[in-house]
């Protein structure tokens, strides 16, 4: 990285005047969704990942940030691996590379996060997160262009796993009419996404099913007939 490269791939923090610039974590290529988890405090981000290394490497990942944490990029990602174009460089930063909570398949790049805090949905979908994965464009086989949904299990914590929440927006041919880009709650607790696929913006409400899976499916059903 080159001097022209300073605050590159770094999350930054402000006083509310806007002094006091500082990082608050490093090595983050691409941090494009930021949110705030509102009962704990702690940081959350969505991270688009580096390109180049194939249709199955590196994963995008969703993690709380940790201050003072470094993320891998452009030497390392995911923990202690190296990328190969970077080979031998910066070793000594092998063991500092913090490894994200939860993975994603590569090129889904997410964007927008969201915590769901509204009590439209089941209780078991209070506190989780919603993020906009809005598709790959270098993959042989398309991956992303959906809504994830991340369980945090009213802990504030993420075990690794993720499901499918929103779906639809790749036809069988490949085609592609939708791409999410950013999630949010609306005030009556129905989710809301914007969509610069097909210019849309989705309304996802409960539709009164007795487990998250109906209405899961519930809702996409109702978001496909928009």
Same mark, same amino acid.
């Given at each position: 990285?080159?001097?022209?490269?300073?605050?590159?791939?770094?999350?930054?923090?402000?006083?509310?005047?806007?002094?006091?610039?500082?990082?608050?974590?490093?090595?983050? *290529?691409?941090?494009?969704?930021?949110?705030?988890?509102?009962? &704990?405090?702690?940081?959350?981000?969505?991270?688009?990942?580096?390109?180049?290394?194939?249709?199955?490497?590196?994963?995008?990942?969703? /993690?709380? #940030?940790?201050?003072?944490?470094?993320?891998?990029?452009?030497?390392?990602?995911?923990?202690?691996?190296?990328?190969?174009?970077?080979?031998?460089?910066?070793?000594?930063?092998?063991?500092?590379? #913090? /490894?994200?909570?939860?993975?994603?398949?590569?090129? &889904?790049?997410?964007?927008?996060?969201?915590?769901?805090?509204?009590?439209?949905?089941?209780?078991?979908? *209070?506190?989780?997160?919603?993020?906009?994965?809005?598709? !790959?464009?270098?993959?042989? #086989?398309?991956?992303?262009?959906?809504?994830? *949904?991340?369980?945090?299990?009213?802990?504030?914590?993420?075990?690794? @796993?993720?499901?499918?929440?929103?779906?639809?927006?790749?036809?069988?041919?490949?085609?592609?009419?939708?791409?999410? #880009?950013?999630?949010?709650?609306?005030?009556?607790?129905?989710?809301?996404?914007?969509? @610069?696929?097909?210019? !849309?913006?989705? *309304?996802? &409400?409960?539709?009164?099913?007795?487990?998250? /899976?109906? &209405?899961?499916?519930?809702?996409?059903?109702?978001?496909?007939?928009?």
């Amino acid at each position: 990285m080159t001097a022209a490269e300073k605050y590159r791939a770094d999350i930054l923090a402000f006083d509310p005047d806007g002094s006091h610039l500082r990082v608050y974590a490093s090595g983050l *290529r691409n941090p494009s969704g930021v949110a705030v988890d509102p009962r &704990s405090g702690q940081l959350w981000c969505a991270v688009n990942e580096r390109d180049g290394l194939g249709d199955n490497l590196v994963p995008d990942y969703i /993690t709380p #940030v940790r201050q003072g944490g470094f993320y891998g990029w452009p030497w390392w990602y995911i923990g202690p691996h190296q990328d190969p174009r970077q080979a031998g460089k910066h070793p000594e930063l092998r063991e500092r590379v #913090v /490894t994200p909570d939860v993975l994603l398949q590569p090129h &889904s790049a997410p964007l927008q996060l969201a915590f769901y805090q509204a009590e439209q949905f089941p209780g078991e979908y *209070r506190g989780d997160i919603f993020a906009a994965a809005h598709g !790959s464009w270098n993959k042989a #086989v398309r991956t992303g262009y959906k809504i994830v *949904r991340v369980p945090l299990r009213h802990t504030g914590k993420a075990s690794g @796993d993720y499901q499918d929440f929103l779906t639809g927006f790749v036809l069988p041919n490949g085609q592609v009419w939708g791409r999410p #880009v950013g999630v949010t709650s609306a005030p009556d607790g129905a989710l809301l996404v914007t969509d @610069d696929g097909s210019n !849309s913006i989705w *309304r996802i &409400s409960y539709v009164g099913e007795s487990t998250a /899976t109906a &209405s899961t499916r519930s809702s996409e059903r109702e978001a496909s007939a928009k």
